[in-house]
């Protein structure tokens, strides 16, 4: 079973509709990570969590929240969808005791379409 | 100026060909590298990692760090068709530059395919 699981795959969406996008991790990390990524924009980060308690927004927050449920569960929602929050979306988990960085694992993504 | 930069391609090359991909950054807090594949509708995988300036080799695949130059290389030898993929490029602040080793920069991707 994959270790960062994230739950639709693929979703379509009206704009306005309150969208969530789930991730469960079995790797025991304590931090997760929501980015999208876009075709000539790269990874880029929208919440961060350090634990269950610990929630930052990353770099483009604006539009999105997120609900830590436990330890192994991160999700994203979109409260009303928009046309240009059309991506894929990544989850990804961390363990900062692993010594050298913070390697980064990720899920295999939810492609979101909002029309 | 960015704080890294990564040539997107296309890049295509026959099968057998030594690849080099490579990523600039402005940023000399960085202080761990590393190279991330990403096939096609799948998350991004760790390929490898460095720290500091040097080498590492790892089967086929060679990464490379020049902190003087502020310049990182991935080198793939004897390509293959399997090796086609989107390769991120990703950096991050270490623990004695006191930066939040949380936070990976990542580059836009190179998109490489190997053609048999």
């Known amino acids: 079973d994959a270790d960062v699981t994230q739950t639709p795959r693929n979703r379509i969406t009206k704009t306005g509709k309150r969208i969530m996008l789930e991730c469960s991790q079995t790797?025991?990390?304590?931090?997760m990570y929501w980015y999208r990524q876009d075709p000539g924009l790269g990874l880029r980060l929208i919440y961060y969590?350090?634990?269950?308690?610990?929630?930052n927004k990353g770099e483009i927050s604006d539009g999105y929240s997120v609900s830590r449920q436990a330890q192994a569960k991160f999700s994203l929602s979109l409260e009303s969808a928009i046309p240009n929050q059309t991506a894929l979306y990544f989850c990804?988990?961390?363990?900062?005791?692993?010594?050298?960085?913070?390697?980064?694992?990720f899920g295999p993504g939810t492609r979101l379409t909002v029309l | 100026q960015k704080e890294v930069e990564q040539d997107p391609g296309p890049l295509s090359v026959p099968e057998g060909a030594i690849v080099s991909l490579n990523c600039t950054y402005s940023?000399?807090?960085?202080?761990?590298f590393m190279w991330y594949r990403q096939y096609s509708r799948k998350g991004p995988e760790l390929l490898m990692y460095?720290?500091?300036?040097g080498n590492k080799e790892d089967g086929r695949f060679t990464a490379q760090v020049d902190k003087s130059s502020k310049y990182i290389s991935l080198f793939i030898r004897d390509s293959q068709p399997s090796d086609s993929a989107t390769y991120l490029c990703?950096?991050?602040?270490?623990?004695?530059?006191?930066?939040?080793?949380?936070?990976?920069?990542f580059g836009k991707g190179t998109l490489l395919t190997v053609n048999p």
């Open positions: 990703a950096m991050s602040p270490g623990h004695n530059s006191g930066g939040s080793n949380y936070k990976l920069t």
């Open positions: 790797k025991g990390h304590d931090r």
């Open positions: 969590s350090f634990d269950v308690k610990d929630i």
């Open positions: 940023n000399s807090a960085f202080q761990y």
């Open positions: 990804a988990t961390s363990d900062p005791g692993q010594g050298f960085t913070d390697t980064q694992y």
């Open positions: 460095t720290y500091s300036s």
